[in-house]
């Protein structure tokens, strides 16, 4: 067994570190603020080749594997957990399934153009009525001659309305419950599409969440990802890899705030000595440390796995799980060692704690992460 990242993976973390330094974090706050979304990130984030990370270079990617994807997720939420999940919505919802599923043909357009970064993907899994529950969805597909005719809507949806693509779920054959569910590529601007109400959060307040409208949106049936009724199986291979991402974002804003905390606790001076000094302080930060280190060898062993093409979903579950209650807990106590100053907007911690929360509630609750876990536990 060998811990030690290779010389890539070093090059990758210390690019993208360099990156969101000097790029992500100085508007991090301000964007939070304004709720505003920054394409500009994104389109530097393309330059550097992060936008395909794991794809081969004959669909414009660059060819490396999914821990350096969980690497650049993890240091882009180290300062913000909505640029994190930018990239991690396009790569592991959007574009995962068109490398897994597509044909030749759908690969060299979308997959191309979402590794490229011409184009945003989203993923639109979730309804109204179905979100843990994802085979009670309503959305309908209808075939109409060389066209598919969907109604219905999604929310929730990351990168709504400024997502290029999304990859979308429906119900051919409503009698076939989840066997009756299929997926589709669906562009922005295709007729009978429209965006709707854009949410007001808690946290990852620059990460657009919407509504996403159809209505008899008219689809070329080459837009068909996979086989008809094959989308409930595409929807949760999708996910065994893209929880992994949220474990990376997790682990990010765990470590954003420790690092955070240790500066700010040899800093403060009370009772004649560094906070950091007081065994009650230190104590909680070696904790807080050994949480996010574990943590992030789950997250890192899941993307192994998947990179070397064994079975990840219970890993990364098990990962996501984790990693979404350490970030949560790592950032209350990053927020109680600041103190007073930890509650204002002067310091980052506050903004951690917010957009941890995120990680226990999206790509599957961990109520659903248990589920997945346990239901593996018992098959194998
Ligand atoms: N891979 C392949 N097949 C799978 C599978 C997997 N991971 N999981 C289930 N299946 C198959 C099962 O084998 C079964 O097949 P058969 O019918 O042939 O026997 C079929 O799918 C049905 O499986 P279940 O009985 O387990 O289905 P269920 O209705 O009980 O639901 C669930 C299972 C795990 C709860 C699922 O509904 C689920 O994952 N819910 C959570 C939804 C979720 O995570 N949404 C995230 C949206 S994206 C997001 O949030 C974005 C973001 O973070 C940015
Ligand atoms: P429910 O399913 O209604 O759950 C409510 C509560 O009941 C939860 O605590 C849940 O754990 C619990 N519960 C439900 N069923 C069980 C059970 N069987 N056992 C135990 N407890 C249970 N979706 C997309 O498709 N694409 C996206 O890009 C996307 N991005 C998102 C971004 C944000 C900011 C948010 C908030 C959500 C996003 N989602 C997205 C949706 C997200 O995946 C769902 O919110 C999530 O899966 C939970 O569904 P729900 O909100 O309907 O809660």
């Not at 999914?66 to 957990?81: G, N, P, Q």
Request: glycine share 10%; with cysteine; charged share 25%.
């Amino acid at each position: 067994m060998n811990f030690q990242l290779t010389e890539e993976h070093e090059m990758i973390r210390k690019m993208v570190r360099e990156f969101a330094k000097n790029e992500v974090a100085p508007t991090a706050a301000e964007r939070d603020e304004e709720e505003r979304f920054d394409r500009e990130i994104f389109e530097k984030m393309a330059e550097l080749g992060l936008t395909g990370i794991p794809w081969p270079e004959e669909y414009g990617g660059i060819g490396s594997d999914y821990l350096a994807y969980v690497i650049a997720v993890e240091e882009l939420s180290k300062v913000c957990a909505s640029t994190g999940v930018t990239l991690s919505a396009h790569i592991s919802l959007a574009s995962w399934p068109i490398y897994k599923f597509g044909t030749e043909e759908q690969k060299q357009t979308y997959l191309r153009a979402l590794a490229t970064g011409e184009k945003l993907g989203a993923y639109g899994l979730s309804e109204p009525g179905a979100g843990s529950d994802v085979s009670s969805m309503k959305t309908r597909a209808v075939l109409d001659g060389d066209h598919y005719v969907i109604n219905g809507s999604k929310v929730w949806i990351t990168n709504g309305g400024e997502a290029d693509i999304y990859v979308v779920f429906a119900v051919t054959s409503p009698e076939k419950k989840h066997k009756g569910i299929s997926a589709f590529i669906i562009e922005k601007g295709t007729p009978g599409f429209s965006i709707g109400k854009k949410e007001k959060k808690l946290g990852i307040r620059s990460s657009p969440t919407t509504e996403l409208i159809f209505e008899d949106c008219r689809v070329p049936k080459e837009n068909l990802l996979g086989q008809e009724g094959e989308g409930f199986k595409i929807a949760m291979m999708t996910l065994d890899g893209g929880r992994n991402g949220i474990a990376a974002q997790a682990v990010g804003i765990a470590q954003g705030a420790l690092d955070a905390a240790v500066e700010y606790a040899k800093g403060r001076v009370q009772f004649g000595k560094p906070i950091a000094e007081q065994q009650g302080v230190g104590f909680k930060l070696a904790d807080m440390a050994t949480a996010v280190e574990a943590a992030r060898l789950l997250t890192y062993q899941a993307a192994w796995l998947e990179s070397n093409n064994l079975p990840y979903g219970k890993a990364s579950a098990m990962a996501k799980l984790f990693a979404g209650d350490t970030a949560m807990k790592v950032t209350v106590d990053a927020v109680q060692i600041f103190g007073g100053y930890g509650y204002t907007k002067d310091y980052p911690v506050e903004r951690f704690m917010r957009d941890a929360k995120i990680t226990q509630i999206y790509e599957g609750t961990q109520e659903i992460q248990r589920l997945v876990i346990s239901r593996m536990l018992t098959k194998e």
